[in-house]
């Protein structure tokens, strides 16, 4: 075992060791601490929460919002970390979806549903909710180095009720089995807001260019399964969904099928951005976000920023 994997290790471990006040002042602390140093992954959020708020908004009041995401952030962690010790009862009353009637229905009818997400709130808990449920729930997990840790979050995703595809190196691609999944009326949530290889879409999100993976789309238009976009974000006593559509689809020989899913694509871009500037201090983007940026958020027209002190 590894640094990285004995520190995910303990950090599992001591979240649900001690009591949840003690724990949830020390992770507050730490992104007080992550906020105060200003390192590469404040400095990418505080760029990536501009572009979302505009230039209006007083530098005074960005730094608190940046302060704020950093606390959201923490937060998911140790209510992820926690998960796994909490009682089925507990994972239902420790969030709350509207529009879970429409998953309802998509998985009584057989038909399975696309949910599009973002890095926003607690993933998590919501598929940990879906799979309390007793609906059947499938998603899938890039493999993390080192393959320890990856093998980790694999079981406790398992270990809620959530059926795991890696994104590569599996029997069958993943994507051919999320098909099945979906015609036998499973649940397929995917985190859909960032995907800046290659294979990614470019759409417009809050005004500049980005990339988007196109599964969500590619998936809603081979089965025909509703596709939704989620917003999700934090209350104080618990974790919230909202589900939007089921989003229109164009019709089959409208357009050739790039086409298509590059539009079902700025659909879901724009949904999520609705969902993000609702609750901006719960999308927890610490990595580069737009085609203009530079790694450590700034755009490539922009002077470099600052020096600062510190790490996260």
Do not use: C
């Not at 099928?257 to 610490?286: K, S």
């Amino acid at each position: 075992m590894n640094l990285t994997e004995a520190a995910y290790v303990a950090g599992w471990r001591l979240v649900r060791a001690l009591p949840q006040p003690v724990v949830a002042a020390a992770f507050r602390a730490g992104a007080d601490r992550a906020h105060r140093g200003g390192g590469k992954g404040t400095q990418r959020l505080r760029a990536n929460l501009r572009r979302v708020v505009g230039p209006e908004l007083p530098e005074a009041e960005l730094d608190r919002l940046v302060r704020a995401g950093l606390r959201s952030y923490a937060r998911y962690w140790l209510e992820a970390f926690r998960l796994p010790s909490l009682s089925r009862q507990q994972i239902l009353a420790g969030f709350h979806l509207d529009g879970q009637e429409k998953l309802a229905a998509d998985v009584a009818a057989g038909r399975g549903a696309v949910v599009a997400l973002p890095h926003a709130g607690n993933w998590d808990a919501a598929g940990a909710w879906v799979a309390a449920t007793g609906w059947p729930i499938t998603t899938v997990a890039e493999r993390l180095k080192p393959e320890g840790v990856y093998e980790r979050f694999l079981a406790f995703r398992q270990g809620l009720g959530m059926e795991i595809l890696p994104t590569s190196g599996g029997d069958r691609p993943a994507f051919d089995v999320l098909v099945d999944r979906l015609r036998a009326g499973a649940v397929v949530p995917l985190l859909a807001d960032r995907d800046l290889s290659a294979r990614g879409v470019e759409v417009e999100f809050f005004g500049g260019r980005t990339r988007m993976p196109p599964g969500p789309a590619l998936l809603a238009l081979r089965t025909g399964a509703p596709l939704y976009v989620a917003s999700l974000w934090f209350e104080p006593d618990r974790a919230r969904a909202a589900l939007e559509g089921p989003l229109e689809l164009p019709d089959p020989d409208s357009a050739p099928l790039d086409a298509r899913v590059r539009a079902v694509t700025q659909r879901i871009a724009d949904g999520l951005a609705a969902g993000i500037a609702r609750h901006p201090e719960d999308w927890h983007m610490l990595q580069r976000m737009w085609l203009d940026q530079r790694t450590d958020g700034s755009t490539a027209s922009a002077a470099p920023p600052a020096a600062t002190t510190g790490t996260n």
